[in-house]
T-cell receptor, first 117, second 109 residues
C-alpha cells in the first residue's frame, strides 16, 4: 500500500514564475490538505480539498490555488512566485469519514522542496 | 494558531527512555492530542494519538493527564534514529493541524 506520494521532490523556479506541485493520497483517502513549511518552522496549513472543492483555507493569498481530481489526487499551484515562497510543500491525506470525528490518522508525504531564485 | 507548548530542545541518552512533555491547557473535550515527528528534510511521520486514555503502540506511549491539560510522549528505548523534531498537536473536528515549533530531540550515543 503506497502512502502519500508527491512530485517533484525538488525544483528551482525564478521570481514571477508559476509552479505546480502534485500529490497522490494514500489508498482509501479522499481528503487532501496542503502545508507550507519554511526552514526552521513548523508546517502551516494552506488549504484542504474534498470532493474536488476547497473546503478549508488557511491564511494564504490567492496566488496559492489548488485542484482535486476525481481520483482524489491534487495539485497545488502558486503564481507570481516570490523569494519568500521558498519552502517545503507537504501534502497530507485522510479519509473524510474522519472530518467530523477528529480521531483518525492523517498521513503526510515526503514533500516538494521549492527554491525561488 | 498552535494550541500547544513544548520545550524547544531536549537530549536523551541512547537506550534510555525519552519523555517529551506537551502543555495544552485550552484543550476542549472533543479534541485529540496527536504526535508527529520530522526527521530532517522529510515529511512528518505519525507516531500516536489519543483523546483521554493512555495509548501505546509499537513506536511509543502517550500519557495524558486526567484533566487533559498536558501529555507526555514516551519513547521507551531511544535510538540515534529517534533524533528528530517532535510535534504535539491538538486537533478539533476537521483535518487541519496547527503545528507549533516542536521539540528538537537529540539522542546522544
Amino acid at each position: 500500500d503506497a502512502g502519500v506520494t508527491q512530485s517533484p521532490t525538488h525544483l528551482i523556479k525564478t521570481r514571477g514564475q508559476q509552479v505546480t506541485l502534485r500529490c497522490s493520497p494514500k489508498s482509501g483517502h479522499d481528503t487532501v490538505s496542503w502545508y507550507q513549511q519554511a526552514l526552521g518552522q513548523g508546517p502551516q496549513f494552506i488549504f484542504q480539498y474534498y470532493e474536488e472543492e476547497e473546503r478549508q483555507r488557511g491564511n494564504f493569498p490567492d496566488r496559492f490555488s489548488g485542484h482535486q481530481f476525481p481520483n482524489y489526487s491534487s495539485e497545488l499551484n502558486v503564481n507570481a512566485l516570490l523569494l519568500g515562497d521558498s519552502a517545503l510543500y507537504l501534502c497530507a491525506s485522510s479519509p473524510d469519514r474522519g472530518y467530523q470525528l477528529s480521531g483518525n490518522t492523517i498521513y503526510f508525504g515526503e514533500g516538494s522542496w521549492l527554491t525561488v531564485v | 494558531d498552535a494550541k500547544t507548548t513544548q520545550p524547544p530542545s531536549m537530549d536523551c541518552a541512547e537506550g534510555r527512555a525519552a519523555n517529551l512533555p506537551c502543555n495544552h491547557s485550552t484543550i476542549s473535550g472533543n479534541e485529540y492530542v496527536y504526535w508527529y515527528r520530522q526527521i530532517h528534510s522529510q515529511g512528518p511521520q505519525y507516531i500516536i494519538h489519543g483523546l483521554k486514555n493512555n495509548e501505546t503502540n509499537e513506536m511509543a506511549s502517550l500519557i495524558i493527564t486526567e484533566d487533559r491539560k498536558s501529555s507526555t510522549l514516551i519513547l521507551p528505548h531511544a535510538t540515534l534514529r529517534d533524533t528528530a523534531v517532535y510535534y504535539c498537536i491538538v486537533r478539533a473536528t476537521g483535518n487541519q493541524f496547527y503545528f507549533g515549533t516542536g521539540t528538537s530531540l537529540t539522542v546522544i550515543p
